[in-house]
């Protein structure tokens, strides 16, 4: 049996934006706050700050302790230091090279999941003129 289609008509949503009236010195904020998209820009900031704490939950409760066991020595990657000692042979310095790691890992994490959603909806294409 052949697959039944409805066809749906497209409509295009315009938004638009009030326009608000504020003393002379201030007019021209509002205008940028207005024309620059600067509301979206916020959401956005806010919102890659809560995905900020996901992912730093992610790597340290699950990647770090991984990570640790396979390097050796068990203990999470922020442990992992070099000690530098002095002439007597006491560490005075430690250089942690588990917590840059750790950075490191947070960092390919949110740039790999940003590309992924900037991929799947297609986003990448909206900065492009069309012809």
Excluded: H
Aim: with cysteine; glycine share 12%.
């Amino acid at each position: 049996m052949p697959e039944k289609r409805k066809v749906v008509e497209k409509r295009e949503v315009t938004m638009t934006i009030p326009v608000i009236k504020a003393p002379g010195w201030l007019q021209g904020f509002v205008d940028f706050v207005r024309e620059q998209g600067v509301v979206g820009l916020a959401v956005g900031f806010i919102l890659g700050v809560a995905a900020k704490g996901v992912v730093d939950s992610l790597v340290n409760n699950v990647v770090n302790p991984v990570v640790g066991v396979l390097y050796g020595g068990g203990g999470q990657l922020n442990d992992k230091f070099w000690c530098l000692k002095d002439v007597s042979g006491v560490c005075t310095n430690k250089l942690g090279y588990g917590a840059l790691l750790n950075t490191f890992i947070n960092f390919l994490i949110v740039a790999a999941v940003v590309y992924l959603i900037v991929k799947s909806l297609k986003l990448d294409k909206l900065d492009k003129k069309k012809p």
